[in-house]
């Protein structure tokens, strides 16, 4: 809960910008300074697609501290629209009625809190639409 | 005036939990009838314990940018006012600035004056715009406001943001005029590190919510010569169903010109978001032409009236993003014990 | 001469909780026992190589020094990283030191000690170290919540049932019953797997091997060495010892059903040892998550793809059985001292080489195999041992 790692990873956490490579046109996420598939440097930020789909999920009941005031909650695999896949929280929903396949769309939240007096760190989780 | 400004954007945001009055009344061997009757509120709307006032401005700002479909660099202020922001010092409008991706050239500031610190944010934001010194701005209204448990603020403390784009391009609502009132009134405070709020009980009505409402809602009739029929809908501030209601008659409005701003029966009081909110419930009715007055109140005591006509651009953004009455129905009701755990009266 | 690299002697602690012990002292008891197994004077010793996933790295992470003194050597010490397979990356490198005739005898010491975490959180935090911290542990993963999506992708596609994944831990707690170095000498009925809560659904509290504290040492030697000397009654030989690699994060793999890493280092591992999977009847395989055993056994060629749960109910992998798999207790019965299990697979392959293994002893052993994983295969490790030629 750094202050330099969080206002570094903003724009990524926030917005959930990425990379397009300009050569073999490839998305990835989280951004690289080349891209991973073809070893281009000619790589431009771009931005995830809002909206995926359900893959796997899990409860989770137990985590490191700075997560552990959101448990239970869901953590799952999401493949966006763009093909693009990342790991997130599913809110908004109870375990109990997730279904793999449903489609969902980002939402901004409270990614963890350092204690009482540290710092919030926030980005983007998923819900079902 | 020679250019029209007023809004052309608007978004709100409601968590999905609620308790109701008699999940609550239950805890403390209330007759949760008797409290349903006096305040006219069923439930009221509880954040997760991963949602904050930054978390649902920044939700209610894309709202409305979904709606405006303009670019976010061009939003030249954000403004947003609370009474529960996340940090003491750090300011919220930074965090919903980089969120909607208006980082850059643009002036931020949070704002605070109990619950009307956002409609505070939309005359600033108006100020800026008659002045030309930028092009849009945003004006968000946010709160997850918290209340002693068993005081009777914990039946209706409730938690919404709205958002409010305030421009001169496509404007879906022009303003007319507005006005402001303010005394020293110390009807509703809380200390800096107190967790909970303290307020003067019946104190908090005549001198301080009726006052200051009829006050300026009554200047700014007489500044642009107006009257109460002149207006297809009206909203004020909520922290009740009540008292919108009572004042509502107190200056001449009819129940029907005020009832559709009421949220406040299935959410809460959401504090600075409560007239915004509202104001956002009678929009998303609208008809071309149509006057709606607003008339914000926020403890300590002041309240900020606004008089607006709507423009036939409101038929284009129909639809573009989720309504009050969506926020209002997508919901799941929980115990006191969650509730509890929720807003961090549980310690863990 | 080739310049093939033997195992000369092993030592190793118990696993379990030791609340009176430090790094030092567990350090100590390993590489003693192993230099005493060796018949080795100290001074014999190069170097100290140390696989260690955590070691004291909240407070002490060069714990080099710390090893040394601990165990009066004057040898120079290496601490490699390689998640919970850092025993094995630690072997793999001491392997390659003597592998390129630069030493002749060096030790190779796997140790964590992990029951001095006892808050809330810490684990889950140290574990998540081996998986993307920042895009999956910070986007509220955890270590055993990845492996429940290779669980659900191995159910989904192969229709693996939670049965035959509770068979795996059953299995390797018979076998812990058996080996006296073990943190969990008991049986559990499989009922209590499948009626345990769920910790990050399919995956019960139960499941998942334990982190504990234990240190393992093996000393190696190079075949000039032990020529020269010719004291010593019973080597094994290090066949192969090889590594393949995948993505950090779950997200960016194509399929979640198989772990490339094991295939890869498997298939190097094979081709070195001019062995093919047929020609094994002996595995210690990663199972710290019962799909991990059956992800391995798999990967690993020693069952059909997508077999590994109806083989494992079938009693295949069972002590004796047609490949015994993990006859130690695994990671599971055995414990999960994060760099030591590395060492400790090895050991127990040596030990049943050895014709060492007592009750837990596999008749007809030729040759045995390890597979050391990081993280959810990031990394993984895959060592065959051979009898040396007599």
């Given at each position: ?27 990835n ?5 080349i891209?991973p ?11 995830i ?29 999401v ?9 997130a ?7 109990k ?9 980002q939402?901004?939240?409270v990614?963890?809190r ?6 919030i760190?926030?980005g ?6 | ?9 608007y978004?709100?945001?409601?968590p ?6 008699d999940?609550?009344a ?7 009838n ?33 709606q ?13 006012g ?10 919220t ?15 931020a500031?949070d704002?605070?004056f109990a ?5 505070a944010?939309?005359?600033m934001?108006f ?8 092009k849009?701005?945003?004006a ?8 002693k448990p068993?005081d ?10 709205a ?21 020293d ?11 909970f ?27 642009i ?37 009421l ?52 038929e ?8 009050v ?10 115990s006191?014990?969650?509730?509890s ?5 549980l310690?863990? | ?11 190793q602690?118990?696993?379990g909780?030791?609340?009176d ?52 050597l004057?040898?120079n010490?290496?601490r ?9 990356a ?8 003597i ?7 060096v030790?190779?010491l ?23 911290y ?11 919540g990845?492996?429940s ?20 831990p ?22 209590k ?6 910790i990050a ?5 139960f ?30 030989k ?14 960016h ?16 591992a ?18 710290s998550?019962p799909?991990?055993?059956?992800l ?9 793809k997508?077999?590994?749960?109806k083989?494992?109910?079938?009693g ?17 019965a ?14 127990e392959?040596?030990?049943q ?10 008749n007809?052993?030729q040759?045995?195999l ?18 040396g030629?007599?």
């Amino acid at each position: 809960m750094e202050p330099p790692k969080i206002w570094r990873e903003r724009k990524e956490r926030y917005l959930g910008i990425g990379i397009m490579c300009e050569d073999c046109k490839k998305k990835n996420f989280p951004k690289t300074r080349i891209c991973p598939d073809c070893g281009s440097e000619n790589v431009k930020p771009y931005k995830i697609a809002e909206r995926g789909t359900l893959k796997y999920f899990t409860q989770i009941m137990n985590t490191g501290d700075e997560l552990v005031f959101n448990t239970p909650y869901v953590v799952g695999l999401v493949e966006l629209e763009d093909g693009i896949k990342v790991t997130a929280q599913i809110v908004d929903c109870d375990f109990k009625d997730l279904k793999k396949g449903i489609k969902l769309e980002q939402t901004f939240r409270v990614i963890a809190r350092n204690g009482k007096e540290g710092l919030i760190k926030y980005g983007f989780k998923f819900r079902p639409i | 005036m020679s250019e029209k400004i007023g809004i052309v954007a608007y978004g709100v945001y409601i968590p999905r939990n609620r308790i109701t009055v008699d999940e609550i009344a239950s805890v403390w061997g209330e007759d949760a009838n008797e409290i349903k009757m006096q305040l006219q509120v069923f439930e009221k709307s509880v954040p997760f314990p991963d949602e904050d006032v930054a978390t649902m401005a920044v939700e209610a700002a894309r709202n409305a940018i979904k709606q405006w479909r303009g670019e976010s660099e061009k939003i030249g202020a954000i403004y947003v006012g609370s009474e529960s922001h996340p940090y003491a010092v750090k300011p919220t409008a930074t965090i919903v600035a980089a969120a909607i991706g208006a980082e850059g050239q643009t002036t931020a500031a949070d704002l605070e004056f109990a619950c009307k610190a956002g409609t505070a944010g939309m005359q600033m934001c108006f100020g800026l715009m008659q002045s030309n010194m930028i092009k849009v701005g945003l004006a968000i209204g946010s709160d997850s406001s918290q209340a002693k448990p068993k005081d009777p603020l914990e039946y209706t403390a409730g938690a919404g943001s709205a958002a409010f784009l305030i421009g001169k391009q496509n404007v879906i609502a022009e303003l007319e005029g507005m006005y402001s009132y303010t005394s020293d009134t110390p009807d509703f405070w809380r200390r800096e590190g107190a967790t909970f709020p303290s307020h003067g009980q019946r104190f908090t009505g005549m001198p301080a919510y009726f006052d200051h409402i009829i006050k300026a809602t009554k200047g700014l009739l007489e500044k642009i010569n107006r009257k109460p029929e002149d207006y297809d809908y009206v909203t004020f501030h909520q922290p009740n169903t009540k008292f919108p209601l009572r004042v509502a008659k107190m200056l001449g409005f009819s129940k029907e010109q005020v009832e559709k701003s009421l949220a406040c029966k299935y959410i809460g009081n959401t504090y600075s978001a409560s007239s915004m909110i509202g104001f956002a419930k009678i929009l998303d009715d609208a008809q071309p032409g149509d006057r709606v007055l607003v008339t914000s109140y926020g403890s300590g005591a002041g309240s900020d009236s606004f008089s607006f006509r709507i423009t036939e651009n409101i038929e284009k953004i129909r639809d573009r993003s989720k309504t009050v009455q969506y926020y209002i129905e997508n919901k799941r009701n929980i115990s006191y014990g969650l509730y509890s755990r929720y807003k961090g009266i549980l310690k863990v | 001469m080739s310049n093939e690299v033997y195992i000369i002697g092993t030592g190793q602690t118990k696993f379990g909780e030791f609340f009176d012990l430090n790094i030092g002292d567990l350090a100590s008891e390993a590489v003693s026992k192993a230099i005493k197994n060796a018949g080795i004077g100290k001074n014999e010793i190069r170097t100290l190589f140390i696989g260690s996933t955590v070691s004291n790295s909240l407070s002490q992470s060069s714990i080099g020094g710390i090893c040394t003194r601990s165990c009066s050597l004057s040898s120079n010490a290496y601490r490699i990283e390689s998640g919970n397979a850092s025993g094995a990356a630690a072997f793999h490198h001491a392997f390659l030191s003597i592998k390129s005739g630069l030493y002749d005898v060096v030790v190779v010491l796997g140790i964590d000690k992990l029951s001095d975490y006892v808050q809330n959180g810490t684990i889950e935090k140290i574990l998540a170290s081996s998986i993307d911290y920042q895009w999956e542990y910070e986007m509220g993963a955890t270590l055993t919540g990845l492996y429940s999506f290779l669980t659900q992708a191995h159910m989904e596609k192969y229709g693996t049932t939670l049965e035959q994944l509770a068979y795996i831990p059953t299995k390797n707690h018979q076998n812990g019953v058996l080996n006296p170095k073990a943190q969990y000498r008991y049986a559990i009925p499989i009922e209590k797997f499948l009626n345990a809560k769920r910790i990050a659904d399919p995956i019960g509290r139960f499941d998942i091997a334990t982190p504990c504290d234990g240190a393992a040492a093996i000393i190696l030697a190079s075949e000039r060495y032990i020529e020269n000397k010719k004291t010593h009654s019973y080597k094994v030989k290090i066949l192969s010892s090889s590594v393949g690699s995948d993505t950090l994060a779950l997200q960016h793999r194509e399929k979640l059903t198989e772990l490339k890493a094991t295939k890869i280092a498997a298939n190097d591992a094979y081709h070195k040892a001019k062995l093919t999977a047929s020609d094994i009847n002996l595995a210690e395989v990663h199972d710290s998550h019962p799909i991990g055993e059956i992800l391995a056994i798999e990967d690993l060629g020693l069952v059909p793809k997508g077999e590994g749960g109806k083989a494992s109910v079938e009693g295949l992998t069972a002590l004796n059985g047609k490949i015994t798999v993990n006859p130690s207790g695994g990671l599971k019965a055995r414990g999960d001292p994060f760099g030591a299990t590395g060492i400790a697979q090895l050991i127990e392959i040596v030990e049943q080489i050895r014709g060492n293994a007592g009750k837990r002893q596999v008749n007809d052993v030729q040759y045995g195999l390890t597979q050391n994983v990081m993280g959810t295969g990031v990394m993984s490790y895959v060592s065959i041992l051979g009898r040396g030629e007599n």
